[in-house]
């Protein structure tokens, strides 16, 4: 299984804790992140994934999350090939981030892109058929392929 997490999955484990939703989030990206460590599932990354952290402001936040991130399996570098697509899903109104994280992640054939970005999921949804992966809150898949 070839997993994609973005930037706001990566931030999770760091956001405030006190609610409920962002804590269960916080531990499927956790579990999620353990599989791929262990060997069960092959983490994709890519360079705009590296660049979103490298743009994080909180030194300690970021220093913690680039750890993290060097665990990645494969890292997407973005060509042609990417900056097309991407282009060709901002024209769907996806973010500039979102849609080279779209293009990195269909490029490279993964199976799901992870990401608690609700406004991301709602976009995603909606052009579900013309993706060429699955858009997925970490959560509710986790659940999904756990039976849990």
Request: hydrophobic share 40%; glycine share 4%; proline share 2%.
């Amino acid at each position: 299984m070839k997993i994609y997490l973005d930037n706001c999955c990566l931030n999770r484990p760091f956001d405030d804790q006190t609610q409920i939703r962002i804590r269960l989030e916080a531990e499927a990206v956790l579990l999620v992140l353990a599989e791929c460590v262990k060997g069960n599932w092959e983490w994709v990354g890519s360079e705009i994934l590296d660049l979103e952290i490298n743009r994080i402001p909180d030194a300690e936040r970021k220093r913690r999350i680039q750890t993290i991130a060097s665990h990645v399996n494969y890292l997407v570098v973005v060509g042609e090939l990417e900056t097309n697509r991407a282009q060709e899903l901002e024209t769907w109104s996806f973010s500039a981030f979102d849609a080279l994280h779209l293009a990195c992640a269909e490029s490279y054939g993964v199976d799901i892109l992870l990401t608690v970005d609700d406004k991301f999921l709602k976009k995603a949804a909606g052009y579900g058929q013309q993706l060429r992966i699955r858009v997925e809150n970490p959560l509710t898949w986790l659940k999904e392929v756990t039976n849990d």
